[in-house]
């Protein structure tokens, strides 16, 4: 919950490279809380390079001062508290870069031991766990089950099917699709795109997937940066969009009564 907080306050902050020390101060706590979104780091150097969705704003030196200035001020209090938290690590593990994970239970399992904390070992696993696993269904009670790596965010949340239609420009901008609006908004999607990619990849190549869970749990990770996307992309709200939109509550009110409480849906 805080990591979310403080990845939305972030992006809110780093859009446009608007507030450089407040983007730099939340992305810092937001890391302190769920270290994963560490990687979200390179969307403020993305918008303070790409002002105005162009590449430093079109103004040359001037541009690439400014963008530096920024970039700086954003560093200064996320680099401030990785020290506090590089010391943190220090006292606990007499290791600066050793958040804990190390020591998990899951690092004693034998794939973990072989293949360490990260690798593409754990990819093909980790892919279905985040994206495509379904429940499944059978003539038999209690009809439905639930692996407990739980269900691919496509499942959990359906209305992210409508990213896969074209983009919907939003009905105050110009025609043109070069304009000023239309530009910063094709750049802010593109850069929020790359931070997830950020975001996602190391949790796909991690030896644990989120295990004992009714929805893939490290999509929270970027989960900030993807509704920003959605709200950019699918615009407005069709019919279509709010029947898949009440489709994924349903699934999600569904895992929030049973889970936990009626093993009897779930498997290994």
């Known amino acids: 919950t805080m990591g979310v907080t403080l990845h939305f306050a972030y992006l809110l902050a780093a859009q446009g490279a608007r507030r450089p020390l407040l983007a730099g101060l939340f992305f810092g706590l937001a890391v302190a809380t769920r270290t994963p979104i560490l990687f979200a780091g390179v969307f403020f150097p993305l918008e303070a390079l790409f002002h105005n969705g162009r590449w430093l704003g079109g103004e040359g030196r001037e541009g690439a001062m400014a963008a530096a200035r920024k970039i700086a001020l954003f560093t200064l209090?996320?680099?401030?508290?990785?020290?506090?938290?590089?010391?943190?690590?220090?006292?606990?593990?007499?290791?600066?870069?050793e958040f804990g994970h190390f020591y998990l239970l899951e690092g004693t399992r034998a794939p973990t031991r072989d293949h360490g904390l990260f690798n593409f070992y754990f990819l093909n696993h980790n892919l279905s766990a985040a994206l495509t696993n379904l429940p499944r269904l059978s003539a038999t009670a209690p009809?439905?089950?639930v692996?407990?790596?739980?269900?691919?965010?496509?499942?959990?949340?359906?209305?992210?099917?409508?990213l896969f239609g074209g983009a919907v420009r939003h009905?105050?901008?110009?025609?043109?699709?070069?304009?000023?609006?239309?530009?910063?908004?094709?750049?802010?999607?593109?850069?929020?795109?790359?931070?997830?990619?950020?975001?996602?990849?190391?949790?796909?190549?991690?030896?644990?997937?989120?295990?004992?869970?009714?929805?893939?749990?490290?999509?929270?990770?970027?989960?900030?940066?993807?509704?920003?996307?959605?709200?950019?992309?699918?615009?407005?709200?069709?019919?279509?969009?709010?029947?898949?939109?009440?489709?994924?509550i349903l699934v999600q009110t569904f895992g929030a009564v049973t889970f936990g409480r009626m093993e009897w849906f779930y498997y290994d």
Do not use: M
């Not at 010391?87 to 593990?93: D, L, T, V």
């Open 171 to 248: 009905p105050n901008d110009e025609e043109d699709a070069h304009s000023p609006a239309d530009i910063k908004r094709r750049s802010l999607v593109r850069n929020l795109a790359i931070s997830i990619f950020c975001v996602a990849a190391p949790a796909l190549i991690y030896q644990n997937d989120g295990w004992q869970q009714f929805g893939y749990r490290f999509a929270l990770d970027f989960w900030p940066a993807l509704i920003g996307v959605f709200a950019l992309r699918v615009g407005h709200l069709s019919r279509r969009v709010k029947v898949l939109i009440i489709l994924g």
């Open 147 to 162: 692996s407990r790596h739980g269900l691919g965010i496509l499942a959990c949340t359906p209305a992210l099917f409508a």
């Open 77 to 97: 209090p996320a680099a401030s508290i990785g020290l506090l938290l590089a010391w943190y690590n220090y006292a606990r593990w007499q290791n600066p870069l």
């Open 143 to 145: 009809y439905l089950t």
